[in-house]
């Protein structure tokens, strides 16, 4: 298993829920890690992505200000903090890595690797 996500579950809206997303140290050193969600009846949309140094953090403007993506170096893991959770944001979210450029983390394509994916649900 090249990507491993885990932490989701059920949360109320207005709640925070933390993911992680962990992987060998040859991903975390060498790709963009990006999460992304599958809500019910749609097709997957791009969170946020990481770059392998950790900078240029790029966010989707539905998830801009609740959510923040960052990697620990340590623990081989990036990290999807979400506040302020609404309805909207239950889904199925997945940890993918690539090699997008910048102006492309959005780009579902791009990505090599996929986690399994852990549901989260918000309760309304």
């Known amino acids: 298993v090249q990507l491993q996500a885990s932490g989701g579950g059920l949360v109320q809206a207005g709640g925070s829920l933390g993911l992680s997303c962990t992987s060998s140290?040859?991903?975390?050193?060498?790709?963009?890690i990006s999460w992304f969600r599958q809500a019910p009846g749609q097709e997957r949309a791009f969170l946020a992505g990481?770059?392998?140094?950790?900078?240029?953090?790029t966010y989707a403007d539905a998830v801009k200000g609740r959510f923040t993506i960052s990697r620990d170096a340590f623990k081989s893991a990036v990290y999807l903090q979400m506040d302020g959770l609404r309805a909207e944001d239950t889904g199925v979210y997945y940890c993918a890595a690539g090699r997008p450029a910048l102006s492309a983390y959005s780009d579902g394509r791009l990505y090599y690797y996929w986690g399994q994916g852990t549901q989260v649900t918000v309760s309304s």
């Open positions: 990481l770059s392998r140094t950790g900078y240029n953090p």
């Open positions: 140290e040859r991903i975390r050193n060498n790709y963009v």
